[in-house]
């Protein structure tokens, strides 16, 4: 039932591990279930989305992100008749290798790393997780996932990388998928937070397209929108509008990756492969008011003073964490030590410990180090 341009699981190039197959469930299912049951993942639930995990109950957390990532790309796989197991498996763990606090917890960590010649991203360090440092089997180290899952952490630009598939510029559809789903999931969650939270306003946004056009099918199917002095029933409505927004983002991406399909006779997964660009695009009338919006919340949500400073106490709690293992690494755990013993680089094994650390666990450690 899958497209000729899907990933089909009887057309993966297997495991780094032979393993025997699961009798119940497809190989993408179960690395799915895998990526699940993982420490990592579960780490997710008190990791920085925007807002550090102390800040309030009702805000994203890089789990329930990861999860509406997954749900869009689920969607939208079955949609194109792509494979809906890879996208998930693909959109499940696409964070775990994130740091804690957010991108300015990453900022932090990439530029420490710099000094030693090496760089930190946080799709890089998912797979390494994925491969290495999730150790449940006695056999191997890692997950054992199938390649493609492992080719799809690096999903904005495999072609920098030593993946196991070779691919002309971009991965296969399932990953294009899961790379745009995020894009998707945390330009609107990201706004519902904002306004949530007070620190974005109706007036800022209302003349962004999106937002406009959002608002528009919310008032066709719900009737005129409430005023803002009835507090809930404004709520319930702009919570309409956000789903409008990503309706209207999802309708757009499909029908022009359809197009892009079409248009560049792209009816194999070979000639996916080798299409030297990426397939799953939103259409060049729509693209710019994705772009207008994430422009906005750069300048008015990310960069907020009050989320800033949150994100500047972390960057200081993670350069002292550094500091202190690069001097002691006998206060880590003893799995990043065996790292070292096996010839590891002390400041990657540093650098493996700190990114996994949750906001709560990171503050702790900060504590007893200050």
């Known amino acids: 039932m899958l497209s000729p341009c899907a990933m089909a699981s009887q057309n993966s190039a297997g495991r780094v591990h032979e393993e025997p197959e699961d009798e119940f469930r497809m190989p993408f299912q179960r690395d799915r279930d895998r990526i699940m049951h993982s420490k990592s993942f579960r780490r997710l639930q ?71 010649g090496l760089n930190f991203e946080h799709n890089e360090q998912s797979r390494r997780i994925l491969e290495k440092l999730e150790r449940v089997n006695p056999n191997f180290d890692g997950l054992n996932l199938t390649k493609e899952v492992l080719d799809g952490m690096l999903k904005h630009n495999p072609h920098r990388y030593q993946t196991y598939s070779k691919f002309n510029n971009y991965p296969h559809l399932e990953a294009q998928i899961a790379d745009t789903a995020d ?20 007036e800022q946004i209302q003349d962004y397209e999106i937002w406009k056009m959002g608002w528009e099918k919310a008032v066709n199917q719900y009737g005129k929108a409430p005023n803002a002095t009835d507090e809930e029933s404004h709520k319930r409505f702009i919570s309409r509008v956000i789903s409008k927004m990503i309706g209207l983002m999802i309708l757009d991406l499909q029908e022009n990756t359809n197009n892009n399909l079409v248009n560049q006779k792209i009816d194999s997964l070979e000639k996916v492969r080798a299409y030297k660009g990426k397939l799953v695009t939103f259409s060049d009338l729509f693209l710019p008011h994705v772009v207008e919006l994430r422009s906005f919340l750069l300048r008015n949500f990310y960069n907020h003073e009050k989320v800033a400073e949150q994100i500047g106490k972390g960057k200081q709690i993670i350069e002292a964490l550094f500091n202190d293992f690069m001097v002691h690494p006998e206060k880590m755990p003893p799995v990043y030590g065996r790292l070292i013993k096996e ?28």
């Not at 805000?59 to 996208?87: C, F, K, M, P, W």
């Not at 540093?350 to 996994?356: C, E, L, N, Q, R």
Request: hydrophobic share 35%; net charge negative; glycine share 10%.
């Open 183 to 202: 894009e998707i999931a945390y330009i609107n969650h990201d706004l519902d937070d904002g306004i949530r939270s007070g620190l974005i306003s109706i």
């Open 343 to 370: 010839g590891e680089r002390k400041e990657i094994a540093v650098k493996d410990y700190i990114a996994g650390m949750t906001d709560r666990f990171a503050e702790e450690q900060f504590n007893s180090v200050s």
């Open 46 to 116: 008190a990791k920085t989305q925007v807002f550090v995990a102390n800040y309030g109950d009702h805000y994203r957390d890089r789990l329930t992100h990861s999860i509406e990532v997954s749900q869009i790309a689920r969607g939208l796989s079955r949609t194109l008749g792509l494979n809906e197991d890879l996208a998930e498996a693909i959109s499940l763990a696409h964070d775990l290798g994130h740091t804690p606090f957010g991108h300015g917890g990453e900022d932090k960590l990439d530029e420490i790393m710099k000094n030693y």
